[in-house]
């Protein structure tokens, strides 16, 4: 399908960011630019394939998620148990089935047109940097499925007290969460190592007045070693504990923009099954049935229960350039089957209870009662509740073609710039006065529809677009200002200020307990991790010793979980956020250790 929109000529040049993740501001800035006044035309058509095309590209994203499928046995007998967690972090991606060719067939050139482009491919521009509406990372945790039994097919009589895991997990599942649990032990052996390391201080300081003290000084050495080492042993015992009964999937969803559902359960591998279970006690099929997860969109932003979103596909480019505006929808992780079974999950329980009642109340076997709540009990234990989180979905928003604006505006034009690849890398555009109008319209209609969403949301993202369009405003005039000399350094630095005022905004506005536990959870991870970089700065330390290296790696392979305890039903000591603080705790207790260890070998060796 084509259609036309006007163009004019030229302007001071405004240039946007290359980055930009929601691109409604953006777009609607570049329709300006390729519809105000002029007698030519712009054709817009789109492309449905991967032949070469003439023109310049106006491509949209679409929203996807790198989903973290984290799954846990936490008990062996006598039923296995399992946690799951299931993280998912928000990225943009070139939406395939939205792409277009802008090309003019007047007097103007191709090369008049403007677009710039990210690259990833999507249409990016023009001094506005969109609001980022996905759910920060303290949000990103989709949720727990509580604690789920998996029934052995083949228990029997005495089967209860068969034990359902590998002899090596049932193990590593017994040090974890047995009598003394390892974290405890982990725990115990960083306070020793912190009270020797603080008792060899002071014997450094007596010693100074008192040379007969220097014999303590060594003793007190050899203690503080003794405590390292255990601390370091229990920390691998620990690290190799959780690593035997955690299993972490990554994978990215939905792959197209029309793709509502997950087409079939997202299931552990047969490798995981083999490493866990016994198999004669445990089938393939329940083990698998147990540990699997559907995701969904959902066009509902409060509760948890599914209903189908309505796509907008078919757009009209005959008089302009298609923009869209992001949709607030759930992203759905579904435990029951695919996410709409939930009601009839929840409708079986209730007949059975229904059914239990029934069978009390008027004369029957105690067998017929006995088998009613033996299988009341095994869809009560078999029933997870579905859990849901809110973002910001692209695909899922509403279409708007930005019509010819007619002679309103004159002297604008549009002027695209290639890179060495060949790609569009910068755009030249126009008409402040034009742009600040069209970014009021925008910011009008952001209000309009942010009436819809829940007020959390809709306070913080009103605040952001009023912020954008203000920004807009004053900056119009700034040209070539870029981030790409921007150390790693700082950045870090900016991504954890931004997330300790994520969670203290999240710790002030929620009335969740499971909520509030998760965030301060992370929140003591990230003081643990603050507390280790000092420890380390203060040791003069470039890189952490053989041991902490590798320790860290596992950590930072954890983080990506972020694995939270909102909902949860999971005892604190499965969750694997704790066993990352434990673990970093311990690691900054290393490090000190090694402080006071120079500070009383320097002591020991003068004069």
């Known amino acids: 399908m084509a259609g036309r929109v006007g163009h004019a000529g030229r302007g001071p040049p405004h240039f946007g960011g290359t980055y930009v993740k929601h691109l409604f501001i953006a777009s609607v800035l570049v329709a300006v630019c390729l519809t105000t006044g002029c007698s030519t035309g712009i054709k817009v058509t789109k492309v449905n394939d991967d032949k070469p095309k003439a ?6 994203g679409m929203t996807t998620f790198k989903v973290t499928i984290t799954r846990q046995v936490i008990k062996c007998m006598p039923e296995l148990e399992g946690k799951m967690d299931v993280m998912a972090t928000p990225e943009i991606v070139l939406d395939r089935a939205q792409r277009y060719v802008l090309k003019s067939d007047g007097w103007w050139a191709t090369s008049d047109i403007g677009s710039e482009l990210s690259p990833s491919g999507i249409s990016t521009a023009l001094n506005a940097q969109s609001a980022d509406a996905t759910a920060a990372v303290l949000t990103n945790v989709v949720g727990t499925a509580a604690n789920l039994a998996l029934r052995g097919a083949a228990a029997g009589p005495g089967g209860s007290t068969k034990n359902r895991c590998k002899d090596d997990v049932a193990q590593k599942v017994d040090a974890l969460y047995g ?21 060899l201080l002071l014997a450094v300081q007596k010693s100074k007045y008192d040379k007969t003290l220097r014999p303590k000084v060594v003793a007190s050495l050899q203690d503080q070693e003794n405590a390292r080492k255990a601390l370091a042993k229990l920390e691998q015992t620990y690290v190799a504990a959780l690593a035997g009964t955690t299993d972490v999937q990554t994978l990215r969803w939905p792959e197209h923009s029309t793709e509502l559902h997950t087409a079939q359960a997202l299931a552990p591998s047969h490798a995981l099954y083999d490493k866990w279970v016994t198999s004669h006690l445990v089938s393939t099929d329940d083990f698998n049935k147990r540990f699997s997860v559907h995701l969904a969109l959902s066009d509902s932003t409060t509760g948890n229960v599914w209903i189908k979103p309505t796509l907008s596909t078919d757009v009209d480019t005959k008089t302009g350039v298609p923009v869209r505006m992001a949709k607030t929808a759930q992203l759905m992780a579904c435990f029951n089957g695919t996410c709409d079974e939930q009601e009839t999950a929840l409708a079986n329980i209730k007949k059975a209870k229904e059914r239990v009642s029934e069978l009390e109340a008027k004369p029957a076997t105690a067998k017929e009662i006995k088998d009613a709540k033996d299988y009341l009990a095994l869809l009560q234990s078999q029933f997870r509740q579905n859990v849901a989180q809110v973002f910001s979905v692209l695909q899922l928003g509403q279409f708007y073609i930005v019509p010819v604006a007619g002679n309103n505006f004159r002297s604008q034009q549009a002027v695209i710039k290639m890179d060495a690849n060949g790609l569009p890398s910068s755009i030249q555009v126009v008409e402040k006065s034009a742009a600040a109008q069209v970014l009021s319209g925008a ?14 949301l809709r306070a913080a993202e009103l605040d952001k677009t009023n912020v954008q369009v203000n920004q807009s405003r004053a900056d119009a005039t700034l040209a070539g200002v870029g981030f790409a000399n921007d150390t790693a350094a700082i950045q870090a630095q900016v991504a954890r200020a931004n997330a300790q005022n994520d969670l203290s905004t999240a710790l002030s506005r929620t009335d969740n307990q499971g909520e509030t536990a998760s965030l301060l959870s992370q929140a003591e991870l990230w003081n643990a991790k603050a507390e280790l970089a000092q420890a380390q700065a203060r040791g003069g330390q470039a890189t952490a010793t053989a041991s902490m290296v590798a320790q860290t790696q596992f950590l930072n392979a954890q983080d990506s979980l972020r694995v939270a305890l909102a909902g949860s039903a999971v005892s604190d000591r499965t969750s694997l956020l704790l066993a990352q603080t434990a673990l970093v705790k311990a690691q900054a207790a290393h490090a000190n250790a090694l402080v006071a260890r120079r500070t009383a070998e320097a002591e020991a060796a003068a004069p």
């Open 179 to 199: 009598a003394t649990p390892l974290k405890d032990q982990v725990e115990a052996a960083t306070a020793t190592v912190e009270q020797t390391s603080a008792a």
């Open 443 to 456: 910011a009008l209609e952001v209000s309009e529809k942010l009436a819809s969403l829940p007020a959390k």
């Open 55 to 60: 023109g310049n590209p106006w491509n949209l």
